[in-house]
């Protein structure tokens, strides 16, 4: 895989253990809490069991899952190019998975590639709260800066609108932009499709503010909980399969609003 040094990190609520995990099939990070433990609370475990038991029949049909039961919230969201069996799959491997590295923990997340989970007693109001970064370790030249700098501001205003006027079951956008001289640049933008365009534009601009600390920086990756900014030097998104507002062929797969 086209995957180069990544440096990462985990802000917000610095209390919880941090992982850095690089084998296949693993978390590029994960975040368990250690601000509780569910062992002396039989019943927050019942509540989480039964919500990421049911989980994948929450799917939006778009890879956006959202479920409650008693005080378990779960969530989860595919990157919006991923086909469905491997959206499904994805999230399915991320709940058995998040269950093993935080094996006693009320709040846990962790973040594929191609899907991200996260579970939480907090409301799901914002999302809970925890957001991951990532950044390439290589940088790009002085003497291209100033031009690779307004490059990416144009991408990403361009990935900015298109992300955020999208519909209630698919907010994502994903391009390349090539400035004379410079190696093409690409990007992608993400909410959870339950946003109105107003929140999902200013996720994103919040998104886009926190790349700052990242100045410079050839690859970015920002995973707020409700949105999703990231580019790279190199395609990391298939851009042939764009699903439509139609339901899926497939009768494992249904469209559904959960209020
Ligand atoms: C979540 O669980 C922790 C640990 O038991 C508790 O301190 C916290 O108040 C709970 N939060 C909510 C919103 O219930
Ligand atoms: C998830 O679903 C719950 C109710 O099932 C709802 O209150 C909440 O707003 C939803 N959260 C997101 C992020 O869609
Ligand atoms: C990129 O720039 C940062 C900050 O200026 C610096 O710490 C880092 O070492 C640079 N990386 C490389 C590969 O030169
Ligand atoms: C780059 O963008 C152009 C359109 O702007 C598109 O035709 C092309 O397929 C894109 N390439 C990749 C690798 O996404
Ligand atoms: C471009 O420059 C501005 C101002 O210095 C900075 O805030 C921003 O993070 C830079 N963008 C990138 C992609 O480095
Ligand atoms: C991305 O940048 C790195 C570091 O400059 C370079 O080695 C690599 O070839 C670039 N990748 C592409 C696809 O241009």
């Known amino acids: 895989m086209n995957f180069p040094i990544w440096v990462l990190l985990l802000f917000s609520i610095l209390i919880g253990d941090l992982h850095l995990t690089t ?3 693993d978390f590029w990070l994960n975040y368990c809490s250690n601000s509780g433990n569910y062992a002396q609370t039989e019943s927050y475990k019942q509540n989480l069991d039964d919500v990421l038991y049911s989980f994948t029949g929450t799917n939006n049909g778009f890879g956006f899952y959202n479920s409650t039961s008693g005080r378990a919230n779960a969530a989860a969201l595919c990157r919006g190019d991923i086909e469905p069996e491997t959206c499904r799959r994805c999230v399915d ?5 998040l269950r093993q590295v935080c094996p006693n923990q009320i709040e846990a997340a962790g973040w594929y590639d191609a899907c991200f989970l996260r579970y939480s007693n907090r409301s799901t109001n914002n999302g809970f709260g925890i957001s991951a970064y990532g950044w390439n370790s290589n940088n790009v030249s002085d003497s291209d800066y100033r031009r690779w700098n307004q490059t990416v501001a144009v991408l990403l205003g361009r990935l900015r ?10 907010k994502y956008a994903s391009g390349n932009i090539t400035a004379p001289g410079l190696s093409t640049i690409y990007g992608m933008m993400q909410c959870t499709p339950d946003l109105t365009a107003t929140e999902c534009d200013d996720c994103l601009a919040g998104a886009v503010r926190e790349i700052r600390r990242f100045d410079r920086r050839l690859g970015v990756r920002v995973y707020k909980p409700i949105c999703v900014l990231r580019y790279e030097n190199y395609t990391f998104f298939d851009s042939t399969w764009f699903p439509v507002a139609d339901p899926p062929p497939s009768g494992e797969w249904f469209l559904g609003f959960f209020n």
């Open 93 to 97: 491997d991320a709940t058995r998975r």
């Open 23 to 25: 084998a296949q099939n």
């Open 161 to 170: 609108q298109e992300a955020s006027g999208g519909d209630e079951l698919r």
